[in-house]
C-alpha cells in the first residue's frame, strides 16, 4: 500500500469539493472501525486540525464499552452517550416488583440522526467510502428508483472525504500505518450490510467491474455545477437555484428549464428576449414568470392572466414580468403600469 498516493487522491477531493479549508478545523466521527481510523489519522497527515467524536449509542453491551475505550485512548476521542434516552423503562410486574423492559433498537435512520445531532457548530467528517456509496446507489435504486448516492457534503455541513477509497484499500492504509481498528459485529445487520453480503457477491459473478460500473451512475452528475446537481437531487417538487451569469434552473417535476435570473430595471432599460421594457421607477426588477404570481393589489394569478390572453404555454417560462419585491406590477403586451414602458422588439 503506497500511503503517499492515497493521501493525494484525499486531498485531491477535499480540494476539488472545497470540503475542509486548507490547514482547517474538522471534527472526525469515529467508530474505531478501518475507515474512520483511516479518516482520523490521514486528514492529521495531510495537516489538518482534527479532533475525533464518538457517539456511543450502548446498543452491543461490552462491545459498545470496547469501541468507546478504543475510541479514546487510540484516537484520542470525545465520547458522547448517544443512546437517544434510558436504556431501560420500568414497569410493575405481578407482585409489585419493577421488571426492566428494554429500550426498542432505534432504526438506522434514528441512529443517523441522533449521531448528526453532536457537534453541530463545527466542521464535521465521517469516514465513508467508495464501497459505501455504491451500496447507497443499490438502495436507493430499489426504494426510490433514483441514481443517487452519497453527497460529499451534506447540506448541514458534514463532509466525505474518504469517497474515493474504497473499503479495502482503509483497511490497508490502516495495515500500512500501524493502525489498529475495531471491526464491528452489527454491520452485517444493518441495510448496507444485507447489500454488502447478500447482493454484491452475485453482482460480481457478473462482471467483476460491477462495483466500479455503478458508481458510472453519479459521473455525469458528478460533472453537474453543485448547484444543478443540488437541483436533480432534490426531492421538492418545484425548486429554482442560481446558475453563473444570472442564470437560473428551475425545476418543475419532471420538467427543467434555464431561465435569466431578476435583473434591475434601474431607471433604464432591460432586454428581455423580444422585448424591450423600460421605466424611471426605482425598485423594478424584470424576471420570469414563476408558479404562484399574482398581480399586484388584485388576486388574480398571472397564469390566469395567461390563460386570459390565449399566451401558449409553451412561451410562459419565458414571457417576462416587472416586478417589484414579490408582486408583480406589469405583464408586457397583457398587462400595463403607470410609468413602465414595453414594446416588442423583433427584427430590431
Not at 15 to 42: K, M, N, Q, Y
Not at 280 to 286: C, D, Q, T
Not at 306 to 333: C, H, M, Q, Y
Request: proline residues 5%; hydrophobic residues 40%; glycine residues 10%.
Amino acid at each position: 500500500m503506497d500511503t503517499a498516493s492515497v493521501l493525494a487522491r484525499i486531498e485531491a477531493h477535499v480540494r476539488g469539493r472545497e470540503l475542509i479549508p486548507a490547514g482547517g478545523d474538522v471534527v472526525c466521527f469515529v467508530s474505531g472501525g478501518a475507515d474512520s481510523t483511516c479518516l482520523w489519522h490521514a486528514l492529521r497527515a495531510l495537516g489538518y486540525v482534527v479532533s475525533a467524536l464518538h457517539v456511543d449509542h450502548g446498543l452491543r453491551g461490552a462491545e459498545s464499552e470496547e469501541d468507546a475505550r478504543f475510541c479514546r485512548e487510540q484516537l484520542g476521542a470525545k465520547v458522547v452517550d448517544g443512546s437517544g434516552g434510558p436504556v431501560i423503562a420500568r414497569d410493575a410486574g405481578a407482585e409489585g416488583v419493577a421488571a426492566a423492559t428494554p429500550r426498542p433498537i432505534p432504526t438506522e435512520e434514528e441512529l443517523r440522526r441522533i449521531r448528526y445531532s453532536f457537534a453541530t457548530d463545527r466542521l464535521r467528517a465521517t469516514g465513508h467510502t467508495a464501497s459505501d456509496q455504491v451500496e447507497t446507489i443499490l438502495y436507493r435504486l430499489v426504494t426510490s428508483g433514483a441514481a443517487t448516492g452519497i453527497k460529499p457534503k451534506r447540506e448541514d455541513g458534514v463532509v466525505r472525504p474518504l469517497l474515493p477509497l474504497w473499503r479495502s484499500e482503509t483497511e490497508a492504509y490502516c495495515h500500512a500505518a500501524g493502525l489498529a481498528f475495531r471491526t464491528d459485529s452489527s454491520n452485517d445487520d444493518t441495510k448496507r450490510g444485507l447489500i454488502r453480503r447478500e447482493i454484491l457477491p452475485p453482482l460480481r459473478q457478473l462482471h467483476p467491474a460491477a462495483e466500479e460500473n455503478l458508481l458510472r451512475a453519479l459521473e455525469e452528475r458528478a460533472t453537474l455545477p453543485p448547484a444543478l446537481e443540488e437541483l436533480l437531487a432534490s426531492q421538492e417538487g418545484s425548486k429554482r437555484v442560481d446558475l453563473a451569469g444570472g442564470v437560473q434552473a428551475v425545476r418543475e417535476y419532471d420538467r427543467l428549464w434555464l431561465e435569466r435570473g431578476p435583473v434591475a430595471l434601474g431607471r433604464g432599460e432591460v432586454l428581455w428576449g423580444e422585448w424591450r421594457i423600460e421605466s424611471e421607477l426605482g425598485g423594478l426588477k424584470v424576471r420570469a414568470w414563476r408558479a404562484g404570481d399574482r398581480l399586484a393589489g388584485r388576486r388574480k394569478k398571472i397564469q390566469d392572466v395567461f390563460v386570459d390572453a390565449k399566451i401558449p404555454r409553451s412561451d410562459r417560462e419565458t414571457w417576462p414580468l416587472v416586478v417589484r419585491g414579490n408582486e408583480v406590477v406589469a405583464v408586457p403586451g397583457i398587462v400595463e403600469a403607470p410609468g413602465v414602458k414595453a414594446e416588442r422588439v423583433v427584427g430590431d
